[in-house]
């Protein structure tokens, strides 16, 4: 089985994607990250920065 997790993910810490994708995996099951937005780090990090994986797509680039 394979599964899509459609979600954001940060490049330092474990929400969104990059919280989902190990337990699934972890359970033998396929995934397919596809991040809608990639950001630094966890929002509540006083510095963090955001890129749109497609252009415009969510309204900051």
């Known amino acids: 089985m394979t599964v ?11 929400v969104g994607n990059s919280a989902a994708v190990f337990p699934l995996q972890a359970c033998g ?10 950001l630094s780090n966890h929002h509540t990090i006083p510095r963090y920065a955001a890129a749109c994986s497609t252009r415009n797509s969510c309204g900051i680039c």
Do not use: D, F
Request: no cysteine; charged share 5%.
């Open 4 to 14: 899509i997790a459609i979600q954001s993910q940060v490049v330092h810490g474990h």
């Open 29 to 38: 099951i396929e995934v397919a990250a596809v991040p809608t937005t990639l």
